[in-house]
């Protein structure tokens, strides 16, 4: 595996990105990962690595490059530092935003026909936690490049803000794939309930799966959750529908 880093130049500063691809082959099709809110960390490379190996030049940038370089989320249950670790976190959380993250993944997608490893044409999307909204919101922003995306346990997808994901469904035209935890404190099944509804109104092609017996960030390998069967159904939903779009 060819891994890197590299900063991305956006109108407010440089946004650095790890990327890692096969060592052979290319250029390949592209998938941008978007964070969930402890940050970029080994626990997203080793699954940015698992979806390379499938044959894709994977992209995971540090959505929080306005406000702090690289950020690590610490425990945050079972330690004496977790309510500082949370508070910490969220305040980072806070300071982005659908419209912030949907500008970041503009620039990303100007920026790919001038990487050697970016096969030309749309991209796929995946994002988790709070990046469920990103990745919709980037669906809706950007139709004409965007081939398909997933969300895992995905958050503030339904609120009564004026820019919530849910307001943005008519607008996107890629295959979506939304996974959620069983037991989930940030996504009750209630509210999945709610947001299945408004999709199956969408235009666009979309599937729902709720993982039972999981809890949220049961794909992570660090987070505590780990569920490895529904991690597994994860990798395979995932590249099931990026050999669908991107190849």
């Known amino acids: 595996m060819i891994e890197r880093d590299l900063d991305i130049a956006t109108q407010d500063g440089a946004m650095n990105t790890y990327t890692v691809r096969p060592d052979d082959g290319g250029p390949l099709p592209v998938v941008l990962m978007l964070m969930d809110a402890p ?3 080994e626990g997203l490379k080793e699954i ?7 044959g894709y030049y994977v992209l995971l940038p540090n959505l929080y490059y306005r406000t702090i370089r690289d950020f690590v989320c610490g425990p945050t249950r079972d330690h004496p530092d977790a309510e500082a670790n ?13 419209a912030k993250v949907t500008a970041d993944t503009g620039v990303i997608l100007d920026r790919l026909p001038s990487m050697p490893d970016a096969k030309p044409g749309k991209i796929g999307l995946v994002g988790y936690c709070m990046s469920g909204a990103f990745v919709t919101a980037a669906a809706a922003m950007h139709p004409d490049r965007i081939a398909c995306f997933a969300s895992y346990y995905g958050t ?3 609120t009564d803000k004026s820019d ?7 607008d996107i035209t890629a295959e979506g794939y939304y996974s959620f935890a069983e037991h989930d404190a940030y996504v ?7 947001f299945e509804k408004l999709l199956a109104s969408a235009p666009f092609p979309s599937r729902v ?3 039972m017996g999981t809890h949220h960030g049961y794909a992570f390998s660090d987070r505590g959750n780990l569920h490895e069967a529904a991690r597994e159904k994860h990798y395979e939903r995932m ?9």
Do not use: D, K
């Open 239 to 247: 590249l099931a529908l990026y050999r669908r779009h991107i190849g």
């Open 39 to 41: 940050g970029v960390r």
């Open 188 to 194: 009750p099944l209630s509210g999945v309930a709610r």
């Open 86 to 98: 949370r508070t910490r976190m969220f305040g980072f959380l806070e300071s982005i935003s659908n």
């Open 164 to 170: 919530s994901p849910h307001l943005m469904l008519s």
């Open 48 to 54: 940015c690595r698992r979806i390379a190996q499938s």
């Open 156 to 158: 503030r997808l339904l």
């Open 209 to 211: 799966e709720t993982e």
